[in-house]
Structure formats: structure tokens, C-alpha cells
T-cell receptor
Framework: AQTVTQSQPEMSVQEAETVTLSCTYDTSESDYYLFWYKQPPSRQMILVIRQEAYKQQNATENRFSVNFQKAAKSFSLKISDSQLGDAAMYFCAYRIQGAQKLVFGQGTRLTINP | DGGITQSPKYLFRKEGQNVTLSCEQN?????MYWYRQDPGQGLRLIYYSQIVNDFQKGDIAEGYSVSREKKESFPLTVTSAQKNPTAFYLCASSRRQDYTEAFFGQGTRLTVV
């Protein structure tokens, strides 16, 4: 079974600093896709960034970047220059190629301290 | 504007009653999903559908049922067999391509009274 584990239930960071959220996953598949979603207090899920497993280059979207370690099955999210609007629950998610099933981790609640 | 609409936003149900949560999308997406979110927890997959008239059980399908008669619609029925139905329910949809993300509705908060 595919599983996604986020080992940090809560994280906090000072505004303007950098924070890294961890995610590991368990799969025997070689082709898959990884996502980070953000859920602010409004509870609307928003895609932050995605990574294709066949790509060695780490994905980057403005202040958000990932550290994808395929052999270690690790997919961490780095948020640079943290802003108050980044405060939210962050979920790591996984989908194997050819399947529509999208599996989520337990989430990390990120607090930004002004 | 394209998107996913869930209704109602809040729903109250008496014990022993079935209740149906609505999910409609106008994004022309083939795949649709239902997730359950409990306080402080992640999203657990209830059911998903890849095409019309087809759906698969997720990790926690017991006590739930779905239908997919139209591409745009994927209603979820919470039956009386679901022992602990109070939760936040999220519907999502995506294109069939694997690299594409899922788009989510704004959720339905179901409370059993």
C-alpha cells in the first residue's frame, strides 16, 4: 500500500525566515507524482508545487522549492522568506502513474510568528 | 468561472438518517474524489471515480456510497452504517493526466446531532 508520512505535526518560523517541512512516502513504483498542498483557515486546498519522479531537478515556484530524494523516498518543502500568509496546514500527496488515486499525508500545521 | 461546487456548506443529520453531499464541477475533469478530514488529521480517501459510471473504493469506504451518472457530478451518500460521520468532507476533481493536480471544492461540514 502506498503511504505518505509527515512527521512534523506542527512547525513554527519567524517571518522572513526559512522553514522546511518533511515528507516521506512508501512505494514500490518507479513512476509517480508528488504534490504539496496548502490549506489555509478557509479550508480551501491550494496546490503549492508538484514534482515528477522521473525528473532529477527539484521543482521551484517562487519562494517554494522542494528537495526530492528519490532513493530515500523523501520530498521536503522549503519555504523561503516566510510571510504571514503562509500560515496554513500543508499536505504532501502522492499519485502513481496510471492511477487516479491521490494519497495524502497527515499534514503539518505551519505558524508564522511576526 | 470554472470550479468545483460543494453543497451545502454545513449539514446536520440525525443519527440513523442517510444524507447526501453534493459535488458538481464544470472543469470537464474525468476524475473525481471524495475525502474525509477529521480535526488535526490528513485527508483520507473515501471513493474516487476515473470516468462516468465507474468508481472505486478508497481507504475508508465503509458506510458511504457514491454514484457517477454524469461527468459533472459525484454525490456522496453518508449512510446510517457510518458509525462516526461527523467530519469535514472535501470533493476534488482532476484531469486524467497523472501530473495534473486535483482541484478542490470548499468542503461540507457534516455534524450528527
Amino acid at each position: 500500500a502506498q503511504t505518505v508520512t509527515q512527521s512534523q505535526p506542527e512547525m513554527s518560523v519567524q517571518e522572513a525566515e526559512t522553514v522546511t517541512l518533511s515528507c516521506t512516502y512508501d512505494t514500490s513504483e518507479s513512476d509517480y507524482y508528488l504534490f504539496w498542498y496548502k490549506q489555509p483557515p478557509s479550508r480551501q486546498m491550494i496546490l503549492v508545487i508538484r514534482q515528477e519522479a522521473y525528473k532529477q531537478q527539484n521543482a521551484t515556484e517562487n519562494r517554494f522549492s522542494v528537495n526530492f530524494q528519490k532513493a530515500a523516498k523523501s520530498f521536503s518543502l522549503k519555504i523561503s522568506d516566510s510571510q504571514l500568509g503562509d500560515a496554513a496546514m500543508y499536505f504532501c500527496a502522492y499519485r502513481i502513474q496510471g492511477a487516479q488515486k491521490l494519497v495524502f499525508g497527515q499534514g503539518t500545521r505551519l505558524t508564522i510568528n511576526p | 468561472d470554472g470550479g468545483i461546487t460543494q453543497s451545502p456548506k454545513y449539514l446536520f443529520r440525525k443519527e440513523g438518517q442517510n444524507v447526501t453531499l453534493s459535488c458538481e464541477q464544470n472543469l470537464n475533469h474525468d476524475a473525481m474524489y471524495w475525502y474525509r478530514q477529521d480535526p488535526g488529521q490528513g485527508l483520507r480517501l473515501i471513493y474516487y471515480s476515473q470516468i462516468v459510471n465507474d468508481f472505486q473504493k478508497g481507504d475508508i469506504a465503509e458506510g458511504y456510497s457514491v454514484s457517477r451518472e454524469k461527468k459533472e457530478s459525484f454525490p456522496l451518500t453518508v449512510t446510517s452504517a457510518q458509525k462516526n460521520p461527523t467530519a469535514f468532507y472535501l470533493c476534488a476533481s482532476s484531469r486524467r493526466q497523472d501530473y495534473t493536480e486535483a482541484f478542490f471544492g470548499q468542503g461540507t461540514r457534516l455534524t450528527v446531532v
